[in-house]
């Protein structure tokens, strides 16, 4: 980690790896990579986060392949470690789901199970020595290299917004268009008071996604942040390289504890807010 830290000053690494591997199209060098925060600038909107793009689709495959892997040699008998802590895994959520949802729709469980294994995939990244990959990549040319897609606000709020579309979706399959706008008009208060009604119910409903996506991205951007600080503490003398070794290794172990839960909470919330799209007022389960 000195190596790397030692050739920037200490805001310029911070920014270094805080700073995404952007493609776009640049209105004078034409399309290409981004090489500093005026080239990203220059690019706009149009351009693409192609480190958190790359690792989130990279992970995704991951989940797919070792549950699938999981899947096929799956035995009766005695089942191996992998087998095992799949298991746990699908019997938890199962579980969870079980107990938070209480409607019949076969895609909520698996959506929940995929949501709790993508984003902690997502979430262990963090574990990775800060200047691993960014320099590993760095080697094969890319000046820039953010590795935790979670510590990008695209990526959380992009999952957020599929939930949000999947809320309004059933939302109106379980109510009706005319119910999900009556929910959202004719309550607290009564009818004649429904464009007040819109506005509190409407920012009740946008709040659930937006609340979700910058959860997860406010916790796993801190920790982010705390793992790059101690690395700078690897440029100092022998006390704070000690120091900073046992700060780290702290760190990483309170921090495992955060990647699960966020990971649990954004998987259960989004089981919440399904449950509350499919519930239809004073009907009896």
Do not use: C
């Amino acid at each position: 980690m000195a190596t790397e830290s030692s050739e920037f000053s200490s805001s310029e690494y911070i920014k270094h790896h805080l700073s995404n591997l952007v493609f776009g199209r640049h209105p004078e060098k034409g399309w290409g990579f981004a090489h500093s925060a005026e080239d990203v600038e220059l690019m706009g909107h149009w351009s693409i986060h192609i480190d958190s793009i790359g690792w989130a689709i990279g992970l995704g495959l991951l989940f797919i392949g070792i549950f699938w892997f999981v899947a096929r040699k799956a035995t009766a008998g005695v089942p191996g470690g992998l087998q095992n802590a799949v298991e746990m895994i699908v019997e938890f959520i199962e579980t969870t789901v079980k107990d938070m949802f209480p409607y019949r729709n076969p895609m909520v469980a698996p959506l929940a199970l995929t949501v709790f294994v993508w984003v902690f995939l997502m979430n262990l990244m963090d574990l990775v020595p800060v200047d691993f990959l960014p320099t590993l990549f760095g080697w094969m040319g890319a000046d820039y290299m953010k590795v935790v897609p979670t510590t990008n606000v695209n990526v959380t709020l992009g999952m957020a917004a599929w939930i949000f579309i999947l809320i309004v979706y059933y939302s109106i399959k379980r109510k009706g268009v005319g119910g999900f706008v009556g929910e959202l008009a004719f309550h607290p208060f009564p009818k004649v008071l429904a464009p007040v009604n819109l506005v509190l119910e409407g920012v009740t409903l946008i709040a659930k996604p937006v609340s979700l996506g910058l959860r997860l991205l406010g916790n796993l951007y801190a920790g982010e942040m705390v793992f790059i600080l101690i690395a700078l503490m690897y440029t100092g003398g022998i006390v704070f390289i000690i120091f900073g070794g046992v700060l780290q290794w702290a760190w990483a172990v309170f921090h495992v504890l955060i990647i699960v839960l966020q990971a649990l909470i954004f998987s259960v919330l989004s089981v919440v807010y399904l449950a509350q799209a499919h519930q239809i007022p004073d009907e009896e389960h």
